[in-house]
């Protein structure tokens, strides 16, 4: 069972920073926030990832609040090519060789 | 990123027959492969794992008579889908991870359509 809860979908215009959500309240200590995304018809980008701190890349950013409960990932200015389904998973400590379960993500749509 | 190939992106075949679905990664050696598959509207379903040299690991209700993996190189995996169904048409995508990278790489996908 995936171990995240994501809102099924949010819009946000153009030019504009798109919030996504997510939850995974019963997160263990060894257990890292992954955050991919996938364009239709193609297979899932790695977008970021992280453990307790903040963290930023030329993608994204992603904020883990203090107790590690809930995660924001921030598109700070989302184009139109942004669209897709972004996953929010848990994945326990030990490199990319761990598994990664897909829950049903979060579709942004961003407006012209 | 890494990169990694999928091959075919697209193929329709007749049912009963079975059909090779080839993952490569390209700059980077993949001792651990995944294989996904996606039905329409419908999040990414782990099939199986499978680490260079040894026997794939299948999740549970797959059955692994029926899709045969192959992962005989750090670069090569391969999925094939024996004696296939129309209702074995789905989105298949592989992942490749490598000792020592934090996150794993996908595929572009094969969109399969028996019919």
């Known amino acids: 069972d995936a171990k995240t809860t994501q809102p099924p979908s949010m819009d946000c215009a153009e030019g504009r920073a798109a919030n996504l959500p997510c939850n995974h309240s019963?997160?263990?200590?060894?257990?890292?926030v992954y955050w991919y995304r996938q364009i239709h018809s193609q297979g899932p980008q790695y977008i970021i990832h992280g453990l307790k701190n903040n963290e930023t890349n030329e993608m994204a950013s992603l904020i883990i609040t203090e107790d590690r409960k809930s995660s924001t990932l921030i598109l700070p200015h989302a184009t139109l090519r942004d669209t897709a389904v972004y996953y929010c998973?848990?994945?326990?400590?030990?490199?990319?060789?761990?598994?990664?379960?897909f829950g049903t993500g979060t579709l942004l749509a961003v407006q012209p | 990123g890494a990169v990694v190939s999928q091959h075919p992106s697209r193929v329709i075949c007749k049912s009963g027959t079975s059909v090779k679905i080839e993952c490569r990664s390209l700059?980077?050696?993949?001792?651990?492969m995944f294989w996904y598959r996606q039905f329409p509207k419908q999040s990414l379903m782990l099939m199986a794992t499978?680490?260079?040299?040894?026997?794939?690991?299948?999740e549970q209700g797959v059955e692994k008579d029926k899709f045969l993996i192959n992962h005989a190189s750090l670069t090569l995996s391969t999925l094939t889908v024996t004696s296939a169904h129309p209702e074995d048409s789905s989105f298949y995508i592989c992942s490749a991870a490598g000792e020592g990278r934090t996150e794993a790489f996908f595929g572009q996908g094969t969109r399969l359509t028996v019919v």
């Open positions: 499978s680490n260079e040299g040894s026997k794939a690991t299948y």
């Open positions: 019963t997160i263990s200590g060894n257990e890292y």
């Open positions: 700059d980077f050696q993949a001792t651990t």
């Open positions: 998973i848990v994945r326990p400590r030990g490199g990319a060789t761990n598994k990664l379960i």
